[in-house]
């Protein structure tokens, strides 16, 4: 497995992570011993980034990847984040929470539920908009001082809030949305990384499984699987969104690999400071995906990409439904 560094800490991780978030059932139910198995082949095949938070099934996501890295956790990077309430709302209705009171209290948690005494990157999940970032950066780089956490990282933080948070402590690691029909945060955030000398997580690399081409509709999704809530695979916009996805698959073929290969080659080509975690439920999607490292992508290739999924446009029907103004703030 192919290798990156993070940061201007240079932490060296696998070309790809694994996102261990599906496993909570988000997408269909997962039984514990799917989802360890899933984890120590991983770990065999050579990936060495591990991604949970604290909310993620309001903790039990954190208890079984420490269960799952009982024995193992040398051979890791573990990565945890804090902060977003959203699936659990805190006092008074809060949905985000960075007071750096807070800060130790959700780290002691995520490190019993993970059984480990110490995260590798420890994630503000959500930018607290009640909180200036320098309070809530200045409390988690108590956390590394005390030996709790090695680097710390930032999730959908906007390039302002990177730069000051900058100043507090070297921030390791930016996780945000990123893929070929994401594409948005090439315009400021990206570049802010490069200028501050942050690594980029990128999460949703796989669209929630759209940009496989195995999720051609949503017929046959669990009713609780969040997906059925997308915009971007609703009755209106799909049918569009299918027809790039057949297009990209012409670029997929031309290189011998699946659609699912070529989104996270996609990603790699875009700098060697990213770093892709899909998640993946189904061990044959584990053994598909390890290999995307490998694929070699030309110019050309790049161009026909960016011709389907241009920067600005391609894909029909917003990344999110509602109001979520939760994003890159
Ligand atoms: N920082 C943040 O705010 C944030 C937000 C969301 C997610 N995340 C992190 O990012 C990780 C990735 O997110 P995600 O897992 O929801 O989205 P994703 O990686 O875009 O997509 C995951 C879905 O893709 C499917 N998939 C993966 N490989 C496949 C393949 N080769 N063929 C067909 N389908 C494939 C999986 O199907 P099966 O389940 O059927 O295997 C799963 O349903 C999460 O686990 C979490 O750690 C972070």
Known sequence: MKTRELGKAKVKVSAIGLGCQPFIGNYGPVEESTAISIIHRAIDLGITLFDTAGTYGRGQN?????????????????????????????????????????????????LKRLQTEIIDIYYLHRVDPEVPIEDTVGAMARLVEAGKVRH??????????????????????????????????????????????????????????????????????????????????????IGYNLGLLDRLKEVADDNGCTLAQLA??????????????????EMAYLEENIVAPDVELSADDLARIDGIFPLDGGAKGPRYGGDRDDKNR
């Not at 996270?264 to 439920?281: C, S």
């Open 62 to 110: 954190e208890e079984w990847v420490g269960k799952a890295l009982k024995g193992k956790r040398d051979k890791v990077v573990l990565e945890s984040k804090f902060g977003n309430l959203r699936g659990q709302p805190g006092e008074g209705g809060r949905l985000y929470d960075g007071r750096p009171e807070y800060v130790p209290v959700a780290c002691e948690e995520s």
């Open 152 to 237: 710390l990282g930032l999730s959908e933080a906007g390039p302002e809030t990177l730069r000051r948070a900058s100043k507090v402590h070297p921030i390791t690691a930016l996780q945000s949305e990123y893929s070929v029909w994401v594409r948005d945060y090439e315009k400021d955030t990206i570049p802010a990384c490069r200028e501050l000398g942050i690594g980029f997580v990128a999460y949703y690399a796989m669209g929630r499984g759209f940009l496989s081409g195995k999720l051609r509709t949503l017929d046959g999704l669990e009713p609780t699987d969040t997906r059925r809530r997308v915009p971007r695979l609703q009755e209106e916009n």
């Open 264 to 281: 996270l080659a996609w990603i790699l080509h875009q700098g060697d400071d990213l770093v892709p975690i899909p998640g993946m439920t």
